[in-house]
């Protein structure tokens, strides 16, 4: 039984396929928080901002078999055109993503790109890795098509990380009010002075945005 939270057809809007159109797959669950605000002071990941509880949102649902969750991807597809795209999201989607869903995917077209936060292994033929870590929670996967920390994580910053090999190495401010008495679009702007000046001391590093929240679309 697969559990999605919602799934919606967007633009990816940072790292390194941002603009490309995709079908977003966000499934419920993850191994880091509860998605309850009342864990989340012990919870390893304190930052999230999605919603993750639950199968009720935009076409979420269970699905029994990973031919019936790709058919429900594929029908958010809008055209034949171009090869489709679905992003695995969540939550922890590597708590659920599984070879034979991979397979499903490519049966219908589809290439398979995933956001992990690293902690489990990835299944067999996922053609975009993006691994995001989070905290201390200690990251498994040694070999990704992209790294994008969201900086600054006091437990996780870039130097952690250097076993990694990636295609692209990517920095994304952290949106949420780290500073109580500051307001949150103050913490944004020095948040991403402070990765502009991380990625200009370490050229390896390179700075995204989360395109789609500043062009205000989900
Ligand atoms: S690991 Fe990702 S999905 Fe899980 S709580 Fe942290 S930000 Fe949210």
Not at 1 to 14: P, S
């Amino acid at each position: 039984m697969y559990r999605v939270k919602e799934a919606f057809y967007t633009l990816q809007g940072e790292g390194a396929q941002a603009g490309r159109a995709a079908v977003f797959c966000r499934f419920s669950k993850c191994n880091l928080w509860t998605g309850r605000e009342r864990d989340r002071a012990r919870a390893v990941c304190t930052f999230c901002d999605t919603d993750f509880v639950g199968t009720d949102g935009q076409n979420g649902g269970q699905f029994a078999t990973a031919a019936e969750l790709a058919t429900h991807v594929a029908a958010l597809w809008p055209s034949a055109a171009g090869r489709p795209y679905v992003v695995c999201t969540g939550g922890e989607p590597l708590l659920q993503l599984d070879e034979p869903l991979v397979e499903a995917f490519h049966a219908r077209g589809f290439e398979v790109g995933v956001e992990t936060n690293g902690t489990l292994p990835a299944p067999a033929g996922i053609d975009w890795l993006c691994v995001s870590p989070k905290a201390d929670a200690a990251v498994v996967i040694t070999a990704c098509d992209e790294l994008k920390l969201v900086y600054p994580q006091v437990l996780a910053m870039p130097e952690r990380f250097t076993h990694i090999e990636a295609r692209h190495y990517f920095l994304s401010p952290m949106a949420s009010p780290a500073e109580p008495e500051t307001g949150q679009d103050e913490v944004r702007h020095s948040n991403t002075r402070r990765a502009t000046d991380y990625c200009l001391a370490h050229p390896r590093w390179r700075l995204t945005l989360q395109m789609h929240k500043l062009i205000g679309i989900d």
